[in-house]
């Protein structure tokens, strides 16, 4: 395995391979003057639908015939990568596992706000599914 992205132009042999980087909304590393370049060479253009990218962990899937370049991406890039080239079931528990940690974000702001709103700390304990014992210790650090 490698730690660097692919963008990989196929041949027509493997369309769930990857992800087209049209569909992603414009990686930052399509602008660069080895990508412009790279995909000159090519005869290629950006918006190909045999262009597309891999995350690192998929790498050792390219064919070995299929011209390829590594390419940087950010973190947030990478994410959504990933995402897109999940299979549909995963992409859905994705989303709500993102959702959860948006939620569990603003845990101690809104258990601080319940002890505030005078909420008794078994009742909190009760609607959040945290543990009594979790809920009091919060309760004493304020």
């Keep these: 395995m490698t730690d660097d992205a692919y963008l990989v132009l196929l041949h027509g042999g493997s369309p769930d391979l ?10 930052a590393c399509m602008d660069t003057p080895a990508v412009l370049g ?3 060479a ?3 253009a950006a918006a190909s639908p045999l262009l597309r990218v891999l995350p690192p962990e998929e790498t050792a899937a390219i064919p070995e015939d299929v011209e390829r370049l590594p390419v940087p991406l950010s973190d947030e890039e990478l994410a959504l990568v990933r995402h897109q080239g999940a299979p549909p079931a995963i992409a859905r528990v994705e989303e709500e596992l993102l ?5 569990t974000d603003g845990r101690d ?3 601080a706000r319940a002890f505030s709103a005078g909420v008794p700390a078994h009742r909190i304990a009760e609607l959040t599914g945290e543990s009594l014992a979790e809920v009091k210790a ?4 304020r």
Aim: charged share 5%; aromatic share 8%.
């Design 42 to 44: 090519q005869g290629a």
């Design 138 to 141: 919060l309760a004493a650090r």
């Design 99 to 103: 959702t959860y940690r948006t939620l």
């Design 109 to 111: 702001a809104l258990l």
């Design 38 to 40: 790279w995909l000159g």
């Design 18 to 27: 990857g992800v087209p980087p049209a569909a992603l909304g414009g990686l």
